[in-house]
């Protein structure tokens, strides 16, 4: 059964490295959390490292940036793997083509930065749909449409064999108060409609594989066993350590605030009635990062 635990301090000694989300955990798309950030500063100055894995399509240096806009300091990480550079590296060795339709905002063109660590990249070209040989989603054009908005596109695209890099697994993200949709369901609802969608975020492989060259570039591999999982979402940070066999701390303060019934803490029946429906079995459970 999952436990709650009183703060991160009450089972931190037992891992040498932290893999973190930011959104829901860190910070809540407006500004950083400060108990949150007080947390993790203590545990990087006990000598455990922290590697923010975040869902986000920007590269490391986009999210870098936007750290730096919401108040989250330095010294609260140590190294950052985005699913936007896990699937960058994709696209540069041509998992869609070379021709591509982008869907996503005009904040979301860092997405095509040249990548250093591909060797003999594809030549990307963005193009209409029509001219499309695959699609490459970063998050919907308007991230308060309803993504079924999408379906002309998407069934043009499945009839011509397109496959859809998707750049961020999420479904909803909270912007604050605001619930907004990302990648993740236009992914699902492509793949509903017979449309073939790649992943590269939590809670697939490759964004953990990420994470871990980055963890064993800061110093001495760290042994699995040792690693703890940071996250609010049950279907990719949970989903994703579990599939890792990582152990995990789920943040029910986030998205699955009302279903848990979150105060400080979660109710104890609501969190494991949640995560009998969820099939998911965090090794522990917060109601905020602390």
């Not at 699913?83 to 960058?88: E, L």
């Not at 609802?189 to 594989?209: A, C, Q, R, V």
């Not at 279907?235 to 789920?250: K, P």
Request: hydrophobic letters at 40%.
């Amino acid at each position: 059964m999952t436990r709650i635990i009183p703060s991160l301090a009450e089972i931190s000694h037992q891992y040498d490295a932290l893999f973190v989300d930011l959104w829901g955990c860190v910070h809540n798309g407006v500004k950083a959390l400060p108990d949150a950030v007080l947390a993790l500063q203590e545990y990087r100055k006990s000598g455990g490292k922290v590697v923010l894995v975040t869902n986000s399509p920007r590269p490391r240096a986009g999210v870098e940036k936007q750290l730096i806009h919401f108040g989250v300091p330095d010294d609260a990480w140590d190294s950052i793997a985005t699913s936007g550079d896990s699937a960058r590296a994709a696209m540069y060795r041509g998992a869609v083509g070379e021709k591509v339709y982008f869907i996503g905002e005009g904040h979301d063109q860092g997405f095509f930065k040249p990548l250093d660590i591909v060797e003999n990249p594809v030549d990307i070209q963005q193009v209409p749909l029509e001219e499309a040989e695959g699609l490459v989603c970063a998050g919907p054009f308007d991230p308060m449409a309803d993504p079924a908005e999408m379906r002309p596109q998407f069934l043009y695209a499945k009839q011509k064999g397109m496959k859809l890099l998707c750049a961020n697994p999420d479904i909803v993200v909270d912007r604050g108060e605001t619930r907004e949709w990302c990648a993740g369901a236009l992914a699902a609802l492509y793949t509903e409609m017979g449309g073939e969608s790649l992943y590269f975020g939590k809670p697939h492989p490759p964004i953990y594989d990420l994470a871990r060259r980055r963890l064993a570039a800061l110093g001495k591999p760290i042994r699995d066993d040792r690693i703890l999982a940071i996250g609010d979402g049950v279907q990719t940070d949970i989903a994703g350590a579990m599939g890792e066999d990582i152990d995990s701390l789920f943040i029910t303060g986030g998205l699955a605030r009302e279903e848990t019934k979150t105060g400080k803490d979660p109710e104890s029946e609501a969190l494991q009635a949640y995560l009998a429906q969820e099939m998911s079995s965090p090794t522990f459970a917060i109601g905020f990062l602390r």
